[in-house]
């Protein structure tokens, strides 16, 4: 007798239900763990660039937002704009699950509301011995292949020791909430203040979300004081919805592959969420590995999982690594400002997520 399902994803996530619509359109039999009910919401920036776009697209989800057409970059005194080379979307995280979900039930995705407890990761070069998933509910379920995409904190990262220790160093936290003000820009902006970031997605065209970023102690601070052009443009508002949060944001992978189960998205690692690229890598790397999985061949995954995004990871961790420096960190905005071209190609190359 063959597993229980072809696909058993865990998590369902925007990441974990792109991977379940894709591998569902390739004719698989794929079942979605998930414990929460949607629409779920979730701490994120909420902007879609170009290429996560484009594969949404290609799963047939097309999420009502607000259009995005370039990303600035202010301190207050300096600002730069980079055009996006085609538009991005500021889509609320509700309205983005929420389509995610109608989709996944069109192609007859099975989506259980239950918690992945325990797994054993199968052998990846013998279909005789296929994964095997304990569910909350007291269920074991076989299964062909396994896609994680089970969040920053991956329980199924940890359950087979995919994970690698943090790197000594300052950890960075993420907030985020909204706001109930048109927005006055056309794209996302990123105000850089003396110690944390905090940037601004219109997602409506009454709302715009507010990210901030930041080492601990996070904290939320409605009256914006460290950032003065900020707080002229919210004052007198209120956040308009809860303050979510998450972190420590850097999580480090051995390895995207253990036997028959892949990691995607955050579960695969995380660099920050300054570029606001994880949409962008998480959506090709669910491309990815269903691909792997088509062609029964986990390694293959593994192999190509690094060079997902390999740029853009590389321009977060350098931006990271000058934001980190006080002196130097003074200087991002400053630079980006006068050589503005370099900074319009960092920005082309994270939105096409190369
Ligand atoms: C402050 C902030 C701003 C960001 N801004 C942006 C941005 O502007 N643009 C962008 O593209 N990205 C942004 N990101 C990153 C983006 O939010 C993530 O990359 C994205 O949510 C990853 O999706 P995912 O499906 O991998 O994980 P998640 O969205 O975290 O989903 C994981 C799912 O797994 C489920 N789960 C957990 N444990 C289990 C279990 N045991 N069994 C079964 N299911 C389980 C959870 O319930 C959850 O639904 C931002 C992140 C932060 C923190």
Do not use: N
Request: hydrophobic share 45%; net charge positive.
């Amino acid at each position: 007798m063959g597993p229980d399902v072809d696909l058993l994803v865990v998590g369902g996530g925007p990441v974990g239900l792109v991977t379940a619509l894709r591998a569902a359109d390739a004719g698989l039999a794929v079942t979605v763990v998930e414990p929460r009910r949607g629409p779920v919401d979730k701490a994120c920036g909420e902007g879609l660039m170009p290429a996560a776009l484009d594969r949404l697209g290609q799963v047939g989800v097309d999420p009502d937002g607000h259009d995005l057409a370039g990303i600035v970059y202010t301190d207050g005194r300096h600002r730069v704009r980079a055009p996006l080379t085609r538009p991005g979307r500021g889509v609320r995280r509700t309205v983005l699950h929420a389509a995610l979900l109608e989709a996944a039930e069109h192609a007859g995705v099975q989506v259980r509301h239950t918690r992945m407890v325990g797994i054993e990761p199968g052998d990846a070069r013998d279909r005789a011995r296929p994964a095997r998933v304990r569910t909350a509910d007291g269920q074991a379920l076989t299964a062909a292949f396994v896609v994680a995409a089970d969040g920053l904190h991956s329980p199924t990262r940890r359950a087979l020791g995919l994970e690698r220790p943090a790197r000594p160093g300052a950890r960075r936290f993420g907030l985020r909430a909204h706001y109930a003000v048109a927005p006055w820009s056309d794209g996302v902006e990123v105000h850089w203040s003396r110690d944390a970031e905090a940037y601004v997605t219109p997602v409506a065209d009454d709302l715009v979300g507010v990210a901030l970023l930041s080492r601990p102690p996070g904290r939320f601070d409605a009256g914006w004081t460290d950032f003065p052009a900020l707080a002229g443009r919210l004052a007198g508002s209120e956040p308009v919805s809860a303050v979510r949060g998450a972190g420590p944001l850097r999580q480090r992978v051995r390895s995207t592959v253990s036997g028959r189960v892949l990691l995607v998205g955050d579960a695969a690692g995380y660099v920050d969420a300054l570029t606001g690229e994880g949409l962008t890598l998480g959506t090709a790397q669910a491309f990815a590995a269903v691909d792997a999985v088509l062609a029964g061949t986990p390694l293959a995954y593994a192999r190509r999982a690094p060079a997902l995004g390999r740029r853009s990871t590389l321009l977060t961790r350098s931006l990271l690594a000058a934001s980190g420096q006080r002196t130097v960190r003074r200087l991002v905005v400053p630079a980006a400002a006068r050589v503005p071209a370099l900074y319009r190609g960092a920005v082309r190359q994270l939105a096409d997520g190369r």
